[in-house]
């Protein structure tokens, strides 16, 4: 049986509640879990502990980050959550150090990964409308995607030596939803990202 870790990074404000987060969470898992993934979660909101999150980590088979997008990036919570759970996992569980060694300490800097085998995927919602990206003449992004936004955690899972997974994104969840053709867009990503 293959197995998943799913993380909702939601931050709670009082004008976000985090309802679309979960449930885009609670739908990858029953996705997960119908075609037979053993499942474990953790929910920034609740309480967890550094080395029990690790070992999630390096049980999973893939692992599974949903969160919205807080001033470019996760929200502070998360970040917390990555500062302590990470650097818990970089002397010998998730990585062995930042992989350079004492006769090149100049060369490859974070190939020390140990979790060659584990897959990621990020899941994102966005006040943005999806055209404000991939498009230079747009002010803010000025030609960026997604991904080049999330470039640095695409960077930490790597030095982890995870495999990435396409990036899911809801956008204009604020101001313009269509959160039924989200969930639409959502099974299909699943159903094509997670083939037997």
């Not at 709670?12 to 029953?30: S, T």
């Not at 474990?40 to 919205?68: G, Y």
């Not at 809801?170 to 699943?190: A, G, Q, T, W």
Request: charged share 25%; hydrophobic share 35%.
């Amino acid at each position: 049986m293959k197995k998943a870790l799913i993380i909702n990074a939601h931050q709670e404000y009082p004008f976000a509640k985090g309802e679309l987060n979960k449930e885009i969470a609670k739908r990858i898992g029953n996705y997960l879990k119908s075609i037979g993934y053993e499942i474990k979660t953790t929910t920034m909101k609740d309480e967890w502990n550094t080395d029990e999150e690790v070992d999630k980590h390096t049980w999973a088979d893939v692992v599974v980050l949903q969160s919205p997008t807080n001033w470019m990036g996760f929200p502070w919570i998360f970040k917390k959550y990555m500062d302590e759970v990470y650097t818990a996992g970089m002397f010998g569980k998730m990585s062995q150090n930042d992989g350079r060694t004492a006769e090149k300490p100049k060369k490859n800097y974070g190939a020390g990964g140990l979790m060659q085998d584990t897959k990621y995927m990020l899941s994102l919602t966005f006040n943005a409308p999806e055209e404000s990206f991939n498009d230079k003449n747009e002010f803010l992004f000025a030609g960026k995607s997604v991904d080049d936004l999330y470039f640095a955690q695409h960077m930490n899972f790597k030095f982890f030596g995870m495999q990435p997974l396409p990036t899911f994104a809801c956008f204009d969840v604020m101001k313009n939803p269509n959160i039924e053709n989200d969930f639409k867009r959502l099974e299909s990503h699943l159903e094509i990202n997670f083939k037997e």
